[in-house]
């Protein structure tokens, strides 16, 4: 024989090329099955230990001290509510802006420096940024809020929403914005009315996944919002949120405490999940509707 | 904004056609030029727009600047003996990190060792292998995976993860690999074994869909020239696409180890939170993250809280370079630079 491919050795014989095909392909299914066990571990933990706790007073009343019977989170519900309030005030019209921004007006080296800094933004851990919220609002202001925590969530979400914006910006088609042009329609006109218009959907969805994110963090509302045992509507006093009642009831040592924990995490993951399940609809309702 | 809007034609696409056949309202015309008033508008708009932008790069200076200030204290005091010491000592007034360092990363190592091959895998198998029908299921469930707040993978952590190590998993490795030394001592389930696999459960998602990103962006042709050389399955993914791809894999796993150093809640409700370095991985730890959730907040003086906030620095700082190497990778690859010979 004068020549051999140099590609595949000769210790390349057909049974053993064909065994190892067949392997590669049972590895990588098994890889699949334990990455998807843990979630069904979870998932069903969660449905199983949480759902005999849930009744209308965990909805409805304030948590009870240690070795009453009963109570529930109603208060950690509103306040978690009240925090994604303010953080999305503060991060959807940030990010949206530089969004629009990156994706209108973005070239040279000042873009790729924000589209750096949105990366860099987006990989800070949580707890550093809670440090920040703490250091800013808390240390002036000399005491707890929900609205540091809603700055800290808002930071949060900024990055997640700028990108996704920018993205889906840059998908509406260059004709649409010319044919806007040609109609002399002035440029903020064409942006707003045309432009994130047609790619609503898409931002949406970028909104709603970085609320979905912020909503069961925890530890940036550690030392911002720091949590309450009692009703509080107002953003200038320390407040309850769902991640932390459920942190605060888990690492307790009270075996009812640990039951509310479970229906409270249960609670927090059909809210997220629920979130997500509805982005995707609306996603897959078609991204761009208007634009085409 | 209402006077620009009356100069403006009306938008929605339904009417527009109608005022351009003039057929109905004359007095409607559509400027050409636009007025003036639109023109400024239009810089208003951009410089708002600009100041969004600009406020991304406020907020990571504020971050900076903050985090300095604030450690300014601690930073003076022990100066580079902070990343040395291993004595955290309150009471004393004595603050070493090294034992947080430690544990952050030999957790977060853990935890790709773990997550590594199991993100890699799944993304193969989505990407190459996986029939159509079901790679949607599978992705949306490895979001699900995502989702997952971490107080919620603590709270699952201690109660059903760290049991089952405890029970089944610790002593099996202390039976089999033992001499190791790796583990040794009491299973208590709670320790860095736990807060290893639980950071492994978080990030695998991170590195499975970066690296289905990076996967996708391997050119088809490559695909198709190695199947075409009588390659099977296998060995087209392995010559064709992983090589192709590896510079963007190594990005995914970095940024999975970005997302790991920092995680928080569900690595301090199962390390264990004793400051000590042991080289059992039974022993319980303690990382960076979570001395900062577990003390800021009941410190009590100056210096004290300085050394949490140089904690945090550090913390940054390193998620900061983790991070900026992970997407320089990405970009590599996916960005669309030409795909390297297959196998020189």
């Given at each position: 024989m004068p020549s051999s491919t140099p590609l595949l050795p000769r210790r390349f014989t057909a049974w053993r090329r064909v065994l190892s095909d067949r392997l590669a392909t049972a590895v990588a299914v098994a890889t699949v099955a334990l990455v998807l066990l843990p979630l069904g571990f979870i998932l069903g933990y969660l449905v199983v230990r949480g759902i005999g706790s849930l009744n209308l007073a965990f909805f409805t009343h304030t948590p009870v001290p240690v070795g009453e019977k009963g109570g529930g989170v109603a208060n950690a519900i509103v306040g978690s509510g009240l925090i994604l309030l303010i953080a999305s005030a503060i991060g959807v019209p940030l990010g949206i802006g530089a969004g629009i921004y990156l994706a209108e007006y973005g070239r040279g080296r000042l873009a790729s420096l924000l589209r750096f800094t949105a990366d860099v933004l987006n990989g800070v851990p949580s707890i550093v940024v809670g440090i920040v919220a703490y250091a800013l609002v808390v240390l002036t202001q000399k005491h707890f809020s929900a609205f540091s925590g809603g700055i800290a969530l808002g930071i949060m979400m900024v990055p997640t929403i700028t990108r996704a914006t920018e993205e889906v910006l840059l998908m509406v088609p260059l004709a649409v914005r010319e044919a806007a042009m040609g109609l002399g329609i002035a440029r903020w006109r064409s942006t707003l009315s045309i432009s994130l218009r047609s790619a609503s959907a898409g931002v949406v969805t970028g909104v709603m996944l970085a609320f979905a994110r912020v909503a069961g963090e925890t530890a940036p509302l550690l030392f911002t919002a720091f949590g309450n045992q009692f009703w509080n509507l107002n953003p200038n006093q320390p407040t309850a949120a769902l991640p932390l009642q459920i942190f605060i009831y888990a690492i307790s040592p009270f075996d009812e405490w640990h039951r509310l924990a479970w229906a409270g995490a249960l609670v927090l993951i059909v809210m997220i999940v629920g979130t997500i399940a509805v982005v995707r609809l609306v996603a897959r309702r078609g991204l761009l509707q208007g634009a085409s | 904004?209402?006077?620009?809007?009356?100069?403006?034609?009306?938008?929605?696409?339904?009417?527009?056609?109608?005022?351009?056949?003039?057929?109905?309202?004359?007095?409607?015309?559509?400027?050409?030029i636009p007025a003036r008033s639109s023109k400024l508008a239009d810089t208003g708009f951009q410089a708002a727009m600009l100041v969004c932008g600009m406020s991304l790069l406020v907020i990571v200076g504020l971050i900076v600047l903050e985090l300095v200030q604030r450690s300014q204290l601690s930073l003076h005091e022990f100066g580079w003996r902070f990343l040395t010491g291993q004595n955290w000592d309150p009471v004393s007034g004595d603050f070493g990190a090294l034992p947080f360092l430690y544990g952050t990363l030999v957790s977060s190592l853990l935890a790709l060792l773990i997550a590594v091959p199991l993100g890699v895998g799944v993304a193969v198998f989505t990407t190459e292998m996986c029939p159509r029908p079901v790679r949607g299921l599978l992705s949306f469930m490895t979001e699900l995976l995502a989702a997952i707040p971490s107080v919620v993978y603590g709270l699952w952590g201690i109660f059903v993860l760290a049991p089952v190590l405890r029970a089944y998993v610790?002593?099996?490795?202390?039976?089999?690999?033992?001499?190791?030394?790796?583990?040794?001592?009491?299973?208590?389930?709670?320790?860095?074994?736990a807060a290893g696999v639980i950071l492994a459960i978080m990030i695998v998602p991170i590195i499975s869909s970066i690296s289905r990103e990076v996967l996708v962006a391997v050119p088809q042709t490559q695909r198709e020239a190695a199947l075409a050389l009588g390659a099977t399955r296998w060995e087209m993914v392995r010559l064709g696409v992983l090589r192709n791809a590896r510079a963007g894999i190594v990005g995914a796993v970095i940024l999975g180890l970005g997302r790991a150093l920092g995680e928080t809640m569900a690595v301090?409700?199962?390390?264990?939170?004793?400051?000590?370095?042991?080289?059992?991985?039974?022993?319980?730890?303690?990382?960076?993250?979570?001395v900062i959730a577990n003390e800021f907040s009941e410190a009590t003086g100056d210096l004290y809280l300085s050394a949490l906030i140089e904690i945090a620095l550090v913390l940054f700082l390193v998620t900061i370079v983790v991070n900026a190497l992970a997407r320089l990778l990405v970009w590599s690859v996916t960005r669309g630079v030409p795909a390297r010979a297959l196998a020189q």
């Open positions: - | 904004m209402a006077n620009s809007a009356e100069a403006g034609p009306v938008v929605r696409n339904r009417r527009i056609p109608v005022e351009v056949s003039g057929q109905s309202s004359p007095a409607r015309t559509i400027p050409l610790q002593p099996w490795l202390a039976k089999y690999f033992g001499w190791t030394t790796l583990f040794e001592g009491p299973p208590y389930g709670i320790g860095m074994l301090t409700m199962v390390i264990g939170n004793t400051p000590q370095i042991a080289k059992s991985l039974f022993a319980p730890g303690y990382t960076m993250a979570s």
